[in-house]
Structures are given as structure tokens and as C-alpha cells.
């Protein structure tokens, strides 16, 4: 019987709880290494290395003065955006100074322009006309009668109206001539001449008029 037992034991395929290993099984450990046992030691030294540069950095004012990366590209950024902002500013306070500049040019050639025309020339004075309102009176020197009434009529013709007749007393002059009193006379006393065919006009004080015709011819 225990022959067959054995036999039937046999006769199963042999696995790893057939052959147990020798020593202690089950819930025992086997010896941990050197490292995992310095392991806690080594972070406990770090940490206190750590602790020690963070609170001397906060001491000594070296953790502010430390730029992390971040920090560098904000600053930068804002660096360039201030330098974009005062390149603008300065390209339009360039552009401002150049229109300002242009505008000044502009009124100087103006002046300039206005300064090199020629100023167009003053109108001439009017020149001045017969008075033909002017008391005329016309004296006969000849022996012609009616001589005096047909100048008085050519005078009449040309306009004008106070035209008087009379003969010649007193000295005669040597030819015909046309008497004006006053400079402001002249040019009637010319026109008068002019009309008669005169050559000569001469100013005469003590006449008894204005312009005063003495006939010879």
C-alpha cells in the first residue's frame, strides 16, 4: 500500500514546491545594499545644503540679484517693446520736425518769390485837363471886325461856356498870344492856344481874366 502511494507520488511532474530551498522562507528579507542604506543620509545632507544657500542667498540679497530664465526673456520683452515704442517716438518727432522744416522753406521761397517780383509799376497820375468853366475872354487887336466873335464860336465849339469878346486897349504885345494868370491855368491856356492855332502861351499878371486871347492876325 505504501508502495503504491509512492508510486502514484511519482508519478505527478515534479514542480518548484517538490525541491524548497534551504534556510528560512516565507516572510523573512534578505540583506538590503550599502547604497539603499546611505540613501536617506544623502538626502538628508542635500536638503540641509539647500536649506543653507536658500537662507544665505536670502541673507546676502545674491537670490534677487539671480536672473532666472524666464525672468530674462520678460525683461527682454519689455525691453523691446520700450525700444519699438521710443523708435516710434522718434521717427514721428523726426517726421513732425521735417514738416515743420518744410513749412518754414515753403514761407521762406514765398518770401523769397514775392521779394525778386517785379512790383508792378504805380498807375501814372491822371493827367490834368482843361478847366473848360474857365472865364475865356478874347480881345480883337486887328482892324477885322467880328475877328474876336468868330474865335468866341470855335471856343464855344469846343466846349467852352464863358467865353466873352471885346477890343484890345492899352499896349499890344508883338504877335498873337494866349494869357494865363495862375500855374493851375496852363493847360486850359493851352488847350484855348491849341484851339485857335496860337503858338504862343505866356503867363501875365493884372489880366482881367483867367485866360485872356489878344488877336493881332
Not at 515534479?14 to 536617506?40: A, C, M
Not at 523769397?112 to 493827367?127: C, F, G, M, R, V
Amino acid at each position: 500500500m505504501a508502495r503504491d502511494e509512492k508510486n502514484t507520488y511519482e508519478s505527478y511532474s515534479k514542480d518548484g514546491f517538490d525541491n524548497p530551498p534551504e534556510g528560512p522562507v516565507g516572510v523573512h528579507q534578505g540583506k538590503t545594499s550599502l547604497w539603499s542604506r546611505l540613501l536617506p543620509y544623502i538626502a538628508v545632507v542635500i536638503i540641509a545644503v539647500l536649506a543653507g544657500l536658500l537662507a544665505w542667498g536670502m541673507y546676502s540679497g545674491e537670490l534677487y540679484s539671480m536672473k532666472l530664465p524666464w525672468s530674462q526673456s520678460r525683461e527682454a520683452s519689455q525691453a523691446t517693446r520700450t525700444d519699438a515704442k521710443k523708435s516710434r517716438s522718434t521717427s514721428e518727432e523726426a517726421k513732425r520736425k521735417r514738416e515743420a522744416k518744410k513749412r518754414e522753406q515753403t514761407k521762406k521761397d514765398d518770401a523769397a518769390s514775392n521779394a525778386a517780383a517785379p512790383q508792378p509799376a504805380p498807375a501814372p497820375a491822371p493827367a490834368p485837363t482843361a478847366n473848360k468853366q474857365t472865364v475865356v475872354r478874347i480881345v480883337n487887336g486887328t482892324r477885322i471886325a467880328g475877328h474876336a466873335a468868330s474865335r468866341q464860336s470855335i471856343l464855344n465849339q469846343s466846349g467852352y461856356a464863358n467865353v466873352t469878346v471885346g477890343n484890345l486897349s492899352g499896349p499890344a504885345p508883338s504877335t498873337s498870344v494866349v494869357w494865363y494868370q495862375n500855374e493851375s491855368d496852363k493847360v486850359t491856356a493851352d488847350d484855348v492856344a491849341q484851339a485857335l492855332g496860337i503858338p504862343v502861351v505866356q503867363q501875365q499878371s493884372g489880366i482881367a481874366a483867367p485866360i485872356t486871347v489878344v488877336l493881332l492876325n
